[in-house]
């Protein structure tokens, strides 16, 4: 073996393949490390290459992202917009004078509002200690590219895999939640004009704390990459068509990367004899993709007897939960098998048990989804929000 291909066989094992392709594109492998093509293509492999964008972050410390504007804020106790100011007063600017936010009841807060292009990296954001009445009233929306319509349009929690507002960690690649009530995403969201992300407050009562952090890359944004959408919806079965509707109604061409449920079951017994199924490009009555059953397709086996939390899938409730109906938060993650369509997709879940005396038993459940997916703008317009008493079992 030449010293040359020697060298270039250490290259490839230390910064993967993406990072040596990324060298190889701009000429010899041996060569200086340019920066990558994109920041779509960030790993552990890719960080010794030195890139060209600018990395931002928008806070309440830092409202707009800009350069050279966190933590200018100067304490003013008794101002509603600096909440918080008491502590810093004897301390001035630059100590901690406007960390978080304290949204009303019914309020919307803009936390996002950055011009493009660049690709939203991480998100960190934390509310109550415990998120009872305030988790699922809260809801995320997000808006690229000056669209009238969200793109996301989530309740808090449900986004970051929380079902029924109880907590539990989420060890996972796109979504982690740590204790005592942190929540992070690191789905990559692309946007080329602008980028808007607004939190609302739909509960009876004040917010005692909203606390983020959104860091982001400016940086051009390839042409083929699709802009992030996530959708909740909520639905009870019926035992004469016991089908939950994940999703529905998308147009055009995309990625379908993930999906999370809270389910709420309504009878006693083992409910996750269903099968997802994914019609793709035109599919009416029949699936081009058809799972086996519900813990099956959360990469499961025989039941889901224990909680786990892995990179690509996770049941995060205890099955030993004995207070009230039995409950479970459930994710997948499409990250290394995403599901491509081409003109439309229609994704949807059976809900289905065993009967006492052996045949398969429909079931009556209350199932909240959020679907993850990808595609490229305009979408269609999502169906209305549930109003806050919708949002839960009755």
Known sequence: MSRKSSRRDALRTVLGAAGFTALQSRGDATASAPAHPSVLATGLGNLPLLDTWDTRSVSAENPTGEKGKGARAVPKVGDPDLPFAGAAKDLGQGWKVRPFLKPKAGQTVTIMDTSGPGVIQHIWMATETNWAGNGRACVLRF?????????????????FAVGHDLFAPVKSLAVVVNPTSALNAYWPMPFRKRAKVTFTNESGKDISLLAYQITYALTPVPQKAGYFHAQWRRSVTQRN????????????????IGTFLAWTQLSEGWFGEGEIKFFLDGDRDFPTICGTGTEDYFGASYGLPTAFTGPYSGSTLSPDNKVGPRKWSLYRWHIMDPICFRRDVHVSIQALGWSPNGPYRPLSDDIASVAYWYQQEPHVQFPPFPALDKRWPH
Do not use: A
């Open 143 to 159: 808006y690229w590219d000056d669209e009238p319509f969200p793109s996301v349009e989530v309740p808090l929690t449900d986004f």
């Open 241 to 256: 068509k016991p089908v939950h509707t994940i999703l529905d109604s998308v147009q055009g061409e995309g990625r379908y």
